[in-house]
């Protein structure tokens, strides 16, 4: 069995933070958050899929607010476990694993901190593929599973567990919370049977954003280009280059919302690319032309380093590099669409592939 | 041991109505409510404060929300219980008892609905002896009792169970949720042993609310002032009559917040008292004059009737008189002013009990 150490989380943050889609947290705070748990502690088994008995305990962790707060509102790392600890005295079952429910730079990491401190292994899973604002936009929902019984904790000491109707409700109430709590909150979410991890989320998540930090290390060790190596293990196309001009950007409600334009250059040169987000990138037009929207991945990359760039950190004049990445077949279903589309975010746009738009390139 | 069956509600809600200084809700839903409980069950035990042993485990229950929204939505009466059992259920220990925690129209009535359905008594104490619109404005916070874990419901099947750092931050995700729930919600909260609830509550609060109604209804049936057999019951004091001006109210937050005039008349002719409410009347003022101001209780009666009037159903030109009633004496400590006395709701004026000024008359 894989066994991650300290050692391996520069790669796992960075690759997260690719697959963050411009949300999903600061990697930076993503692996301190790790690293102080698992120093102290033996390596984190990662468990395979596969490798799950179908009535084992699994409780995902994650942190839930705006990744704007998040930098400046560093978590404990105890709250997490407090948390955690509230859902399984509720559940009165014994906790075999947990799993990160989003890719990103904090969310990758975050069941690290709890495996560690727990003494359990993560599961390489995750129920999204990438970063997405809403508690309910995993693929566990497209089958119906609940997202409670969850606990919400916050770094005072304050913590809730609560059971709801349907995932909306329960994003609802978290969220209100998690306002509360000073806008980030840790949570323990979607508590789900071995059977329920292997039939309902995205197995191998976790060795994948291993794989993409890994390939931009790699690629600055050997001088190649850090981008053309994202590509190849995402599946991903560069779909734009320029230079980032106007960022219009606002928290509401929770949510750091916004507009980037990126001036294009070389090739773009004269056209502008508008990408909205809400939390994470959702959708980049060219004019009236959709080239990448939801539930694909839209992913904004330094045009030098190859380093991801969230949306709190996009600047004027940052030179950047924007890849289109498939999205996961599951929310491709017409099911998927509708929690994650561009419909349920407001957008006229259709979904459309991308590699059915830029894969002939 | 008294036995409070369908036919005692009439008097009980309303006499918790004029204990609820024009707040803790509707007495005609706070009825209802517990009617449909009692209906089909035997009567419920009224406990003696003094009866209670100091392990039994005692579960208050209330309703949460703007008093406004309780009357456009009808609660089922199902959801306390939910919140109930989801409590009881997480600490683990059977409920000797749930009581009210606030005296009202409602709050005095739904723990009657929740005993008929779980077969439990209901304890003769409150935690104000009036009503306030906060969940830790009642007197076990002055002595540091926890107000969590606490179970909060809506009518939905929504439920959760908060726990708290201290009673301040249970208001605040108590209230987010209420909120999020419609804006009223049912809870079960400050769970308390028998020994707490000797200690620190407000003894008697159910009978006495019983002993206002009767005399409002025996006042009736004899043709006898029914403001004279309040004040007797009360130990209050008549202190303005007067017609009903200008009414300015605003839902902000889950509150119901405004300003109420009363135009002199009689022995008041040409001067107008103002009265300023939060859910519940707070302050009473004649220009500069304070009369009365909270923790003691002002109470808007009918001038024909001596039925109360809430601050939702105050209507330009209604006739009424204005009580003050003395506060029970915890209020009266420092801790306790300093939790519900005019400084924390913002009024600059300071506490005078209400018989020092009127006392003499």
Known sequence: ?????????????????????????????????????????PPVPLLDVASLNDDDLILPTAMMGAPTVMVEKMPAGTEI???????????????????????????????F?????????????DGMGRAFPELQMVTPTIWGIAATPMAIADDKGNSAVIQTVNNHWTETFARSLTVDM??????????????????????????????????????HERHTDP???????????????????????????????????????GAYQGRTLEIEFQNEFLIARDGDEVMVTTPDLITVLDAETGE??????????????????????????????????????????SFSPVEARFGGK
Do not use: H
């Open 227 to 265: 981008i053309q190596a994202v590509c190849g293990v995402t599946n991903g196309f560069a779909i734009w280059q320029g230079k980032v001009g106007d960022v219009e950007r606002r928290t509401v409600g929770g949510f750091a919302r916004g507009t980037a334009e990126i001036e294009g250059t």
């Open 308 to 349: 991801p760039i969230t949306t709190e950190s996009l600047r004027y004049g940052f030179r950047v590099v924007v890849l289109g990445i498939p999205s996961n077949e599951r929310w491709r279903s017409a099911r998927g669409l509708e929690l994650v589309g561009p419909g349920y975010f407001g957008y006229e746009a």
């Open 182 to 219: 000073g806008a980030s909150a840790m949570i323990s979410v979607f508590p789900m049977t071995g059977k329920q991890v292997k039939e309902t989320t995205i197995p191998g998540t976790v060795s994948l954003t291993e794989r993409i930090g890994r390939a931009i290390r790699e690629a």
């Open 1 to 41: 069995m894989k066994q991650i150490t300290v050692g391996n989380l520069e790669d796992i943050a960075l690759g997260a933070a690719v697959l963050g889609t411009g949300g999903g947290g600061d990697p930076y705070i993503g692996k301190l958050l790790a690293k102080s748990a698992m120093t102290d502690n």
């Open 113 to 125: 901190s709890v495996a560690a401190q727990l003494g359990i292994p993560v599961v390489d899973a």
């Open 81 to 111: 476990i407090t948390a955690t600890r509230a859902l399984a005295e509720f559940l009165g079952q014994e906790i075999v694993a947990t799993m990160p429910m989003e890719a990103g730079g904090v969310n990758s990491l975050v069941p």
